[in-house]
């Protein structure tokens, strides 16, 4: 079973704290050489995570409502706890060398802790 994989590196600061993945990840899996198997991503950061936002219709905001979700919700909660409780990874099947999302499917960092800075992705390739 190979593995490969990548690391990605991104800046993030208070006006833009939801990074789209997709098209990173998308290209860590093309380049893999491997046909089918699984996409692992991990944020390498306590005040982020990962997950699969839906980005079509009116849900196609650039991922604003679940930022406003977290600020009605507990603006005053730690950054680390949102991280905790969101979590640190997604994994993402893929066959052909391509992702295997639903239509309007995106994987996105949640930078809760507003500061710029650099954040890293490692992208894990099993196949």
Excluded: K
Excluded at 3 to 23: A, F, K, N, Q, S
Excluded at 26 to 35: E, Q
Aim: glycine fraction near 12%; charged fraction near 25%.
């Amino acid at each position: 079973m190979p593995v490969t994989g990548g690391l990605l590196r991104l800046e993030t600061g208070p006006d833009r704290r939801l990074v789209d993945l997709t098209d990173a990840i998308a290209s860590v899996v093309r380049t893999s050489g491997v046909d089918r198997g699984l996409a692992v991503a991990f944020v390498r950061d306590a005040t982020s995570a990962i997950t699969t936002y839906g980005a079509r219709g009116a849900a196609a905001d650039g991922g604003e409502d679940v930022l406003a979700l977290v600020e009605h919700v507990g603006a005053d909660a730690d950054p680390a706890a949102w991280a905790a409780l969101i979590g640190a990874s997604e994994t993402i099947p893929f066959g052909d060398r391509a992702l295997l999302l639903g239509e309007g499917q995106r994987v996105v960092l949640v930078a809760f802790d507003p500061a710029p800075r650099e954040r890293d992705v490692a992208v894990q390739i099993v196949g």
